[in-house]
């Protein structure tokens, strides 16, 4: 019988080792998040993803200023790049302001498309707004456009080029 209620003693000692560990846990999550509650509420910070943004965006997908950037591996037509960027509640780049710019120049490689095209003489992008001439000059001729070194280009929306997504994480939620 003895050996009975040591085993019982044993098992009581183990679940509670696991308690406390849950506990733990619980308090480092608590801690984790009101640090990050802290360090993002002031406004000197909100440019500044103190903690990371990884969630705000699918997996794969780049974080900058309060967006979310696709890259693709493989080659479309602009339509289908458009409808693939579509596929996952994106669209092509919209470029909004030039840090923007400047930074998807950075990043992309080998001329992607992006959410740029031209209607009646006009460009506009994919969100319906019409191109602000001040943030850039389009090259070319054609009427889909590409990001390249230089700036922004149009060629032949029939032809296929890697392409880049952006989505606001605003919409995103």
């Known amino acids: 019988m003895a050996g009975h209620g040591t085993a019982r003693h044993g098992k009581g000692l183990f679940s ?8 733990a846990g619980v308090l480092t999550a608590a801690v984790i998040l009101i640090s990050c509650i802290q360090f993002v509420n002031p ?3 909100k440019d500044l993803p103190v903690c990371p943004p990884l969630e705000l965006c699918p997996p794969g997908w780049l974080y900058f200023q309060k967006k979310c950037y696709y890259l693709s591996d493989s080659e479309a037509d602009w339509n289908s790049s458009q409808s693939n960027c579509s596929s996952h509640n994106a669209s092509l780049l919209v470029i909004e302001n030039p840090q923007e710019l400047s930074f998807m120049m950075k990043i992309t490689k080998q001329d992607p498309w992006i959410g740029l095209y031209k209607r009646n003489e006009e460009f506009f992008w994919v969100n319906g707004k019409a191109l602000d001439n001040e943030l850039f000059e389009v090259k070319g001729s054609g009427s889909c456009a590409y990001l390249e070194s230089k700036g922004v280009s149009v060629s032949g929306c029939y032809l296929t080029r890697k392409w880049v997504c952006s989505l606001n994480i605003n919409s995103a939620q």
């Open 43 to 45: 406004p000197l910070a």
């Open 16 to 23: 509670n080792i696991w308690l406390w560990r849950a506990v």
